[in-house]
C-alpha cells in the first residue's frame, strides 16, 4: 500500500513546502494538495517548489474540476512539472465543490469530467487531442506522462470513474462503504472493456493517532468532524438528485438528514461550526482514529477490500506527529516485506 498527505495550501508557503519535505522523509509516496484558489493559495505554483524540494514524491490536486481552470492550461501546467522534474505529478478530478460553490457557481456536469479527463490526459502525455474543432499537441512535450483520477460518490460519477479514469479517489475511509464504492467502478471498468486491476484506488481521510482514553477521543473526534461536513456536501447532492431510496449505502443518507447549513469559510478546517450534525460513528467510521494498533488493523482491511493508497487530510493540530507515527509505527506493517536473506 502507498502513502500519501493532503494538505491546505495556508499561508505562508514554505510551510506547505516544509510538510511535504517532512511526509518524503517519514516515507510517504503522495503529496496532495486542496484546489480551491479562493480559500487558499495557488497550489500549482506551491507544486514546482514541492518538487524542487523533494526527489521521489509525486505531487497533484486532491481534487481540481473542470470549470475553475482552461482544460489545456491544466495540462500544460503538468506537462512542464513532469519536463522539468521527472513524471511527479498526478491530476485528481471531480466536478467541484468550494472551487466553485464560494463563486457562486455549481458543479460541472459527468460528461464535462470525462472530457476534461481525456483532454488533460492526452495532451500531458505528448499525444494529439480533439478539442474545440481543432487537433492540439504540445510541440514542446517530449517525455511527459500523467494519470487523471476520479473522485466519485454517485452512481454516476463511479460508473465516469471506472470507465474513464486512471484510479479513482474515494474521499472518506469506511471499510464498507469502501468496498461497495470500489465494487461500483471496478464492474464500470470491466463493463467497458477495461481491466479494472489497471485503475489505482486510493481512500482518502483525516487520520488522528492518540491514546484509547475517553479524554483523547474526544479531542481526535472535535479535530476531524470537519471532514463529515465536508463529505455530507456530496452526499446531499446526490440525495437531491436520485432521492433517498436510490441504490446507494444507507448510512450515508442517514447521517445528513440533520445537516440545515455550511459555511465555506472554515471549509477543511478543525474549527468548522456548521457539522454538529455529524455524529462520533460517523467520525470513527469515515476518519482513521485511536492508536497505531488501531489504525494499522483499519488499514489491513482498506487493503484487503483493494485499496491501493491511503491519503491522509492533514487538517488537524497534530500534523509533524502523525507523519512521525505513521512514518515509523504504522506505514511498515503495510508495506510488502522483502528479505536480505531467504
Known amino acids: 500500500m502507498d502513502f500519501g498527505v493532503v494538505l491546505q495550501t495556508n499561508p505562508p508557503a514554505w510551510r506547505t513546502v516544509g510538510l511535504a519535505k517532512q511526509a518524503e522523509e517519514h516515507g510517504f509516496d503522495y503529496v496532495w494538495t486542496f484546489d480551491s484558489h479562493l480559500l487558499w493559495q495557488e497550489p500549482y505554483v506551491i507544486f514546482s517548489q514541492i518538487l524542487a524540494e523533494t526527489r521521489r514524491v509525486v505531487v497533484g490536486p486532491m481534487v481540481t474540476n473542470p470549470a475553475t481552470r482552461d482544460w489545456t492550461v491544466t495540462a500544460s501546467v503538468f506537462a512542464t512539472l513532469n519536463e522539468m522534474y521527472g513524471n511527479r505529478t498526478v491530476v ?69 470513474a471506472g470507465e474513464a479514469g486512471d484510479g479513482y479517489i474515494l474521499q472518506l475511509a469506511d471499510v464498507d462503504v469502501a468496498k461497495w464504492m470500489i465494487d461500483q467502478v471496478r464492474a464500470a471498468a470491466e463493463a467497458a472493456g477495461r481491466d479494472p486491476d489497471s485503475l489505482t484506488f486510493c481512500v482518502a481521510a483525516p487520520a488522528y493517532v492518540g491514546e484509547d482514553t475517553p479524554e483523547s477521543w474526544e479531542h481526535m473526534r472535535a479535530q476531524t468532524r470537519w471532514f463529515g461536513g465536508m463529505v455530507g456536501n456530496h452526499i446531499a447532492d446526490i440525495v437531491a438528485k436520485y432521492g433517498e431510496e436510490a441504490d446507494f449505502p444507507e448510512v450515508l443518507v442517514d447521517y445528513i438528514r440533520g ?72 506505514m511498515p506493517h503495510l508495506r510488502d516485506h522483502v528479505t536480505a536473506k531467504a
Open 92 to 160: 485528481g478530478m471531480g466536478r467541484g465543490d468550494s472551487a466553485v460553490r464560494v463563486l457562486n457557481g455549481r458543479p460541472t456536469t459527468l460528461k464535462e469530467v470525462r472530457e476534461a479527463t481525456h483532454v488533460i490526459r492526452e495532451l500531458a502525455n505528448c499525444r494529439p487531442v480533439e478539442h474545440n474543432g481543432a487537433t492540439l499537441q504540445f510541440p514542446w512535450a517530449r517525455t511527459s506522462e500523467l494519470e487523471v483520477w476520479i473522485a466519485a460518490y454517485g452512481p454516476m460519477a463511479l460508473k465516469a
Open 259 to 330: 445537516r440545515t447549513d455550511y459555511d465555506y469559510n472554515t471549509h477543511g478546517k478543525a474549527e468548522n461550526d456548521h457539522v454538529d450534525f455529524v455524529p462520533d460513528e460517523i467520525v470513527d467510521r469515515f476518519c482513521l482514529l485511536g492508536t497505531p494498533e488501531q489504525h494499522v488493523a483499519k488499514l489491513e482491511e482498506l487493503k484487503a477490500i483493494g485499496v491501493d493508497q491511503f491519503a491522509i487530510y492533514l487538517q488537524h493540530d497534530n500534523k509533524e506527529e502523525t507523519l512521525r507515527v505513521y512514518g515509523e509505527s504504522i
